[in-house]
């Protein structure tokens, strides 16, 4: 048992900070702790995984912006070590990450457990309830987050940058007297990034 | 910390927050609920700041499955976790980043005071004054990232926003605008689109506006209000002028209301004679900068080198000829002109007023523009590329500014409070009102073009281009010439100093033409006709003035000796302008294109400010 004193409540994951940020940005934030002998190992794995590149099965499950990972055997500025080593996992979703983790869980249980498996509490990645249970209770409440571009998931992104170099390449230079042929070659090549679902309109 | 493959970095960092200040940290960073500080930094993704107090209590999970039992007994010992907590309470900032680390902490400074409210009870934090320790308070307390996942495509922060406003236009155009069945398409398609993409804005902190306080066409050009009437006023005795204003102020239109499109809309201007006739004490007079208390007409003979005031009319054909101006415009004629009648009847009978003079505007349609644009009286699409302000009309093109360039008592492009010495009573949520009417002489200016047409592919149509710098629909030409009227009119990044300087000169404009227009290859009519140059600033001399004496009046920061900007000042006769090409132009200006026929400046209160005016006292 974790000796605390303040422990964050239930009451403060109900998601209200993010509020104003309604959008397809979450962040979750998870820290656990882990005994300091397995530090190297997970290290080792850690650094293995980012010589070998993004994973495909990562990349398809296209809702993840970016998720990063750090080992801290010390906290920046801290005098007394403190019994465990922490992994600090940090992450920014599209939507509720909720309805993801368990993707995760089904597709890569081994990573996640070589990645949590060090970690005190860790019930396993599968099945994917109880791997969600203990995410969601190590999530950290996060006092204030940001997303530059609040609105719009990794998809849409994709699809934005194919847009833009399908405009520069086709309508960037067209002859004015061509416009009309060079715009229809546009559409032709970019229409399946070109939904325009405007509530508004 | 760890290079991720699409050039963002992973920026981590732990400060350690000094005892018992974690509560008052936590209360700051939630306060910015609303309007987040790192909007206004640039090349962040995402970013969080987590007040960490304590470790989360973890217990060992029960009812595991035969691997996990397995691995929990490789992993603990099948031992549960012993207490432990993190030693004091950390503040953790948490970022994915365009380029280096440092290059971001360098960038994290521009968040000044709000740098200072979030770190500020952390131990060691310097201050973001010097940037030295700024960015080494946090470099010193990074952690690295030992592996990093991207799902998002290659981009940066810009390139993203861009792409995503791009795709959304383009598809909003691609949904409603499908055939070029009458050769409009490309015209229609710059107008949709690429006018946007000129410049994309940046993100700068949002301000808050105290909206009902603030005069609407601050925040607004009224581009559905087709009809304006200028009504110039004379105070002729104080108190009775003061009770006229009581009743008009709750009339005027303030940029609350703007966001609901009203059919008509008031403002109402002061000039510095008019305070004075207002009894406004002089102490507060005299705290008004230069430029407002001489006046327009005592700084004319710098304004118009060489011709001043000569050509002015009435009723600016004396110093302080106009006290008070009101700004009325609407959706058309109907709306317009029954108010118009009452407010003249009651200015002209509140006993301290006389009527000096009235000045009809209406706005000229594009052939092209679909209404959404308009055109001046030598042809052009106006109201182009205009600055914004920071948080406020979301989307369009041009400088996104702080507030305190257009509405004094806020922080200002150099960081200062907008009109920081006036009294506050009168001052704040006001802005000041450049007034200018300049005739243009359309024939002159298609004589000039015809002359010059026979060097050019295009005609007088080039001419006229090369001269403007865009083309009459509004597309700017590439590269724009050295000595054209948009870049003298604002040179951009073009000048020495670049943007940093040149947007220390940008003006909201709200002008309307004035005169019938003359349609192409019509006779010379005689007929009076021009622009009401309107502009909306917080600083008349540094952005009005500046730009019409420095850029304008003189070609000097334009490598053009003393050549002018036929379009905004005097020009002529017998002034020719260099227009560069293989092999170079010059045209001859046969006489001036543009004369000033009046003008003030006036102060747009804001409107507790101008209930303050009118009390008795």
Redesign the interface.
């Known amino acids: ?8 409540g239930e009451e403060s994951r109900d998601g209200t ?1 993010l ?2 940020l309604a959008g397809r ?1 979450t ?1 979750l ?1 998870v ?5 300091r002998r ?1 530090v190297p190992l ?2 080792a794995f ?2 293995i ?2 010589l070998m ?3 495909a099965d ?2 398809r ?12 055997p010390r ?6 070590r ?3 080593a ?1 992994l ?1 996992f ?1 992450s ?1 979703f599209n939507g509720a990450w909720g309805k993801y983790i368990d993707a995760f869980s089904l597709e890569i249980p081994a990573r996640m ?1 070589l990645i949590w ?8 990645a ?2 994917p309830e ?1 791997f969600r249970r ?1 995410i969601a ?2 999530d ?10 609040p609105g ?1 998931g ?1 998809t ?6 194919r ?2 170099e399908a ?1 520069e390449r086709h309508l960037g230079g067209a002859d ?1 007297a061509e ?2 042929a060079a ?1 229809q070659r546009f ?1 032709d090549e ?2 399946g ?4 679902w ?1 509530a508004h ?1 | 910390m760890t290079r991720v493959k699409t050039g963002t970095r992973s920026v981590t960092v732990f400060a350690r927050i000094a005892d018992g200040r974690a509560a008052d940290v936590r209360d700051r960073l939630r306060a910015y609920r609303e309007q987040s500080p790192f909007a206004g930094v640039a090349g962040v993704h995402f970013a969080r700041l987590v007040v960490l107090e304590h470790a989360v209590r973890q217990t060992r999970p029960a009812g595991m499955s035969r691997k996990a039992r397995l691995l929990d007994l490789l992993a603990h010992g099948g031992r549960p976790p012993r207490p432990d907590d993190l030693p004091h309470p950390y503040l953790m900032l948490t970022a994915t980043v365009d380029g280096e680390p440092a290059d971001f902490f360098r960038r994290l400074q521009s968040l000044g005071p709000a740098a200072d409210a979030i770190w500020g009870d952390c131990t060691g934090y310097p201050g973001h004054h010097r940037q030295e320790s700024f960015v080494a308070f946090f470099a010193d307390r990074g952690v690295r990232a030992d592996y990093t996942f991207s799902g998002s495509p290659e981009g940066t922060v810009a390139q993203i926003s861009e792409a995503l406003r791009l795709r959304s236009k383009v598809a909003a155009f691609a949904a409603t605008a499908p055939d070029d069945a009458d050769g409009t398409l490309r015209s229609r398609f710059r107008i949709a689109v690429d006018l946007a993409e000129e410049q994309a804005p940046e993100p700068g902190p949002a301000a808050e506006l105290e909206l009902p306080d603030i005069q609407g066409l601050v925040l607004r050009g009224f581009g559905d209000h087709n009809v304006a009437a200028h009504l110039f006023l004379q105070v002729t005795s104080g108190a009775p002028a003061r009770r006229w204003l009581r009743t008009v102020a709750p009339e005027v239109t303030s940029a609350a209301e703007v966001g609901d499109r009203p059919a008509r809309a008031l403002h109402l201007g002061i000039s510095h004679a008019g305070l004075t006739r207002l009894e406004v004490p002089a102490a507060q007079l005299a705290a008004f900068p230069v430029e407002f208390r001489e006046g327009m007409h005592g700084r004319e003979e710098v304004l118009s080198p060489g011709r001043g005031t000569k050509p002015w009319q009435e009723p600016f054909d004396a110093p302080g000829g106009v006290d008070i101006v009101l700004l009325l415009s609407a959706t058309g004629d109907a709306e317009l002109e029954p108010w118009l009648d009452r407010l003249r009847t009651d200015a002209a009978e509140c006993g301290g007023l006389r009527v000096v003079g009235e000045q009809r505007g209406a706005r000229m349609p594009a052939p092209e523009g679909e209404g959404r644009l308009f055109i001046e009286h030598f042809g052009f699409a106006d109201g182009i590329s205009q600055p914004r302000v920071a948080g406020h009309g979301r989307g369009g093109p041009g400088e996104v500014l702080p507030p305190g360039e257009f509405v004094l008592g806020l922080p200002d492009v150099d960081g200062d409070i907008a009109g920081r010495h006036l009294p506050p009573g009168l001052s704040r949520n006001g802005s000041y009102l450049v007034y200018r009417k300049l005739e243009q002489d359309v024939p002159a200016f298609r004589e000039m073009t015809a002359a010059a047409a026979g060097r050019f592919e295009g005609g007088a149509d080039d001419v006229a281009a090369g001269l403007v710098g865009r083309r009459r629909d509004g597309e700017p030409l590439a590269p724009c010439p050295a000595g054209a009227h948009v870049r003298r009119a604002n040179p951009r990044g073009s000048l020495p100093g670049g943007r940093k300087l040149s947007r220390r000169h940008l003006m909201l404009r709200r002008g309307i033409p004035y005169g019938p227009y003359l349609p192409p290859g019509a006779d010379d009519d005689g007929v009076e006709r021009g622009l009401l140059f309107l502009a909306v600033v917080g600083d008349p001399g540094r952005q009005f003035e500046f730009v019409q004496t420095e850029w304008l009046a003189d070609g000097n920061a334009f490598g053009r000796g003393r050549e002018e900007d036929v379009f905004a000042t005097a020009g002529g006769p017998g002034a020719r302008i260099l227009l560069e090409g293989s092999p170079p132009a010059y045209v001859p200006v046969p006489r001036p294109l543009v004369t000033c026929r009046g003008g003030e400046y006036f102060l747009l209160p804001g409107l507790a400010a101008l209930r303050g005016l009118g009390n008795p006292d």
């Open positions: 048992m974790i000796e605390t004193t303040d422990p964050p900070y509020s104003s940005g962040p934030t820290l656990t702790p882990m005994p397995w997970l290290r850690l650094f995984r980012h590149g993004a994973p990562l990349k499950m296209s809702f993840i912006h970016f998720a990063h990972w750090s080992v801290l906290l920046p500025g801290q005098q007394r403190s019994r465990y922490y600090l940090r920014d457990a498996g060090w970690s005190f509490g860790f019930p396993g599968l099945p109880p203990y209770a190590n950290l409440e996060v006092d204030h987050y940001y997303s530059a571009y719009s990794v849409e992104i994709a699809a934005a940058l847009v833009r405009y004015p416009f009309g715009w559409l970019a229409q990034d070109l939904y325009s405007e309109s």
